[in-house]
């Protein structure tokens, strides 16, 4: 089945580092891609998506470009605040029956240390 | 920017007894979803409802699960009798569509403890 594997965490970085958390994924077809972050005592939101090869999907300083060759869709972000410590979850989506779901991986904990 | 609502925010009770939660999704929006987080585990999908009827479901969701939209606004989600294993924090979406770039909109969640 389809499936969703992200680095393990907790990642620490100081403040301005350079972030990178790599997700792979394995599903047939033509998956859609989302990275969605879960802030402390919050909700999940989706940072961004790419819904086909080589779609690079950015927000607020992140960015993800799908790679279908490697089936990778890292996430990276030049330089991380603070502000940015968080729960980011890797997902992707497919199309089934009457509606579609999400298969997330297990989550990646950030923390950014002045 | 519309969003999702869900009620409680937390609720604690007791093992065998019936839960309820509720969620008001996105007016305009016609496909639904309960996914739910135990503590340090990834989200996992339960359930998708469309068209007034389940979609799709995970073998998480036994016959203890049920789920309703009971007046066109609010779409629930009825644990029957309550395990210490269910919990988690429930979290509802909504989505539009099913093609190309719609996503998935969640709520905040509901946070369910069972002593």
């Known amino acids: 089945g389809d499936s969703v594997t992200q680095m393990e965490g907790p990642v620490t970085l100081s403040e301005e580092a350079f972030l990178t958390i790599n997700c792979t994924y394995t599903?047939?077809?033509?998956?859609?891609l989302f990275w969605y972050v879960q802030y402390p005592g919050e909700g999940l939101q989706l940072l961004l998506k790419a819904t086909k090869a080589d779609d690079k999907g950015s927000n607020k300083g992140f960015e993800a470009t799908y790679r279908k060759e490697t089936t990778s869709f890292h996430l990276e972000k030049g330089s991380v605040q603070v502000s940015d410590s968080a729960v980011y979850f890797c997902?992707?989506?497919?199309?089934?029956?009457?509606?579609?779901?999400?298969?997330f991986g297990t989550g990646t904990q950030l923390k950014v240390e002045l | 920017e519309p969003e999702v609502t869900q009620t409680p925010s937390h609720q604690v009770t007791q093992m065998g007894q019936e839960v309820i939660l509720r969620c008001v999704p996105i007016?305009?929006?016609?496909?639904f979803y309960w996914y739910r987080q135990i503590l340090g585990q990834k989200v996992e999908f339960l359930v998708s409802?469309?068209?007034?009827?389940?979609?799709?479901k995970s073998e998480i969701f036994d016959d203890q699960f049920s789920v309703e939209r009971p007046d066109g606004s609010n779409f629930t989600l009825k644990i029957r009798s309550t395990k210490l294993e269910d919990s988690a924090m429930y979290f509802c979406?909504?989505?539009?569509?099913?093609?190309?770039?719609?996503?998935?909109?969640f709520g905040a969640g509901s946070r369910l403890t069972v002593l």
């Open positions: 599903a047939t077809g033509y998956p859609s």
């Open positions: 007016s305009n929006h016609l496909y």
């Open positions: 409802f469309y068209n007034n009827e389940i979609s799709e």
């Open positions: 997902a992707l989506r497919k199309l089934t029956g009457g509606g579609n779901k999400l298969t």
């Open positions: 979406a909504s989505g539009l569509g099913t093609i190309g770039a719609n996503v998935l909109t």
